[in-house]
């Protein structure tokens, strides 16, 4: 079972991920700000996370910034609408990102990817 925390402040879009990665195999767990995502990585074990950068409380940044400060190496996908997304989230130390709006096929194409680097090939689940 792949476990994916998705960190997402939006309400329809995080509905809209989660019952995507439900229909394809995959155990999401979904919180709405930076604190629950810290709180959820330092209690909970989870695959991939897919990770939002404005979120109130604790940002995206801030949030990315501080797992890979304390040795966290399992792969996180930026979902932004900023801009300059691929210079902030691979600066910071994301795995991916994916700009919003995205066609969720697309997010699986990168979630697979990801867990493949990070697993292998034989583990990860297919579309």
């Not at 930026?78 to 990102?97: E, H, P, R």
Request: net charge negative; glycine share 8%; hydrophobic share 40%.
């Amino acid at each position: 079972m792949t476990r994916v925390l998705l960190v997402e402040d939006e309400n329809l879009i995080a509905q809209f991920i989660e019952k995507g990665l439900l229909r394809h195999g995959y155990y999401p767990t979904s919180v709405s700000d930076g604190q629950q995502a810290l709180d959820e990585i330092y209690n909970e074990s989870y695959d991939l996370v897919l990770l939002d950068l404005g979120l109130p409380t604790i940002s995206g940044r801030e949030v990315l910034q501080t797992l890979r400060q304390q040795g966290f190496t399992l792969p996180v996908i930026v979902i932004t609408a900023y801009s300059d997304k691929k210079n902030i989230a691979l600066g910071l130390g994301a795995n991916d990102f994916i700009d919003k709006p995205f066609r969720f096929s697309e997010l699986l194409k990168i979630i697979q990817r990801n867990l493949a680097k990070s697993f292998g090939d034989d583990k990860v689940l297919q579309i």
